[in-house]
């Protein structure tokens, strides 16, 4: 069965400092990898996905397959980026979407 | 409406109650997930229906927890005989079909005493 480690509960950072959010996952086959953020007082919502490529609010994942990893990375973050992440994994062609247990990330002024 | 509708928010049972969680996706969905949250952890799959077809309900943890969406729209999950590991944040998502991303509600929060 999948599984989705995060292995920071919480990581702080100052403000314009790089932040890297750890994860790692255990699958056999195929899957895709997501990063979900709940700001505070909102509803958990997607922030990026592997297989856009793509960088949204400035941050970037790349799926290492060779270290089943998914580390999610942001060079200068910024105070609005404290939130709660999650990384989570879908085998595709699936329904189960597995969520790790979050990292919260606090941005100091 | 806008986004995916999740009520009570908030519900305070005694143990042995039962309680119905109600979700209003959206419209148009037809893929409907259920999550559990306990505090300090993240989602755990609960089940899926695709439409009123519940075709995963491997993560349901035991048999008083029941789920349905019998018009394939509005889905109810009911907790039969409340324990107190049962408190935790119940998240329920519709999934748009054109590229598979999940909406979440905010999420009842279920308090058993």
């Known amino acids: 069965a999948q599984r989705v480690t995060q292995p920071e509960k919480l990581l702080s950072v100052f403000k314009g400092a790089p932040v890297e959010l750890k994860c790692n996952y255990s699958?056999?086959?195929?899957?895709?990898l997501f990063w979900y953020v709940q700001y505070s007082r909102q509803r958990l919502q997607l922030l990026l996905r592997h297989i856009s490529r793509e960088s949204i609010k400035g941050f970037t994942a790349d799926l290492n397959k060779g270290e089943t990893s998914f580390h999610l990375k942001k060079p200068f973050a910024q105070e609005e980026d404290s939130a709660m992440y999650y990384c989570?994994?879908?085998?595709?062609?699936?329904?189960?979407?597995?969520f790790g247990a979050g990292t919260r990330l606090t941005v100091k002024p | 409406g806008a986004g995916v509708s999740q009520s009570p928010r908030y519900k305070v049972a005694k143990r042995g109650q039962d309680v119905a969680l109600r979700c209003d996706p959206i419209?148009?969905?037809?893929?409907l997930f259920w999550y559990q949250q306990a505090l300090g952890q993240g989602p755990e799959f609960l089940t899926y229906f695709q439409n009123e077809a519940q075709l995963d309900k491997s993560g349901l943890p035991s048999d008083r927890f029941f789920a349905e969406r019998p018009e394939g729209s509005v889905s109810t999950l009911k907790i039969q005989r409340t324990q107190q590991e049962d408190s935790a944040v119940y998240l329920c998502a519709s999934r748009r079909q054109s590229d598979g991303e999940l909406f979440f509600g905010e999420g009842s929060r279920l308090t058993v005493l």
């Open positions: 699958y056999s086959g195929s899957p895709e």
């Open positions: 989570a994994l879908t085998p595709l062609g699936n329904n189960d979407m597995r």
């Open positions: 419209s148009g969905h037809v893929s």
